[in-house]
């Protein structure tokens, strides 16, 4: 008889200790209670600098390895000078960063080995809204569109389904299609 080999994979991702905090969690629920933290500060004209470092969860302070930066500003078409990606850029960032991880997650779940994944976001907007031009127009996006392009040993229909199961965990996705209560105060 001969032992059929266990196919290995590895796309980076610590499935056993996703599977540990999980089950942890479960059983301590308030643990999962996260307060995730940015910082941002003005530089010039619509420039700004967004940081991150700190958050809170697991029951204490965390602290990222080091602080993240961010440099936030609009193109020249809009007499701006161009510092940084626009923060609707950084929103179509966070979604593409988020769905991919959890379809990299997913697939070591899965033992699906990927060779490729390459997410194209397009985010359309009639800017009138923002200008001031008609307040009927909305200010956010009207639709977003998001393409994957996934070379893995797998089928389509499993690579759909990897897709399909990253949109119905990703934190962004629930954010950008959901509503979400923002306050704004003035110190």
């Not at 204490?60 to 809009?78: A, K, M």
């Not at 909305?138 to 389904?161: H, L, P, Q, T, Y």
Request: aromatic share 6%; proline share 2%.
């Amino acid at each position: 008889m001969t032992a059929v080999a266990e196919k290995q994979v590895d796309n980076g991702v610590n499935v056993a200790a996703l599977l540990g905090a999980r089950e942890a969690l479960t059983a301590a629920p308030e643990a999962a209670k996260f307060n995730w933290r940015a910082s941002c500060s003005w530089v010039n004209g619509t420039h700004s600098r967004t940081s991150v470092k700190g958050f809170f969860g697991l029951g204490q302070e965390q602290s990222h390895r080091s602080e993240f930066t961010f440099d936030v500003d609009h193109p020249e078409i809009f007499a701006s000078e161009d510092h940084g990606a626009t923060p609707v850029e950084l929103v179509l960032t966070g979604l593409a960063g988020c769905l991919t991880a959890g379809v990299a997650a997913i697939a070591q779940l899965r033992n699906i080995q990927l060779k490729s994944v390459k997410a194209t976001l397009e985010g359309s907007m009639d800017i009138q809204g923002i200008l001031g031009v008609d307040s009927d127009v909305r200010n956010g996006f009207d639709g977003i569109k998001v393409k994957f392009d996934i070379d893995a040993d797998a089928s389509r229909e499993e690579i759909e389904a990897l897709v399909a199961q990253s949109q119905k965990r990703s934190a962004v996705f629930d954010i950008v299609t959901n509503p979400t209560n923002v306050t704004v105060a003035v110190n």
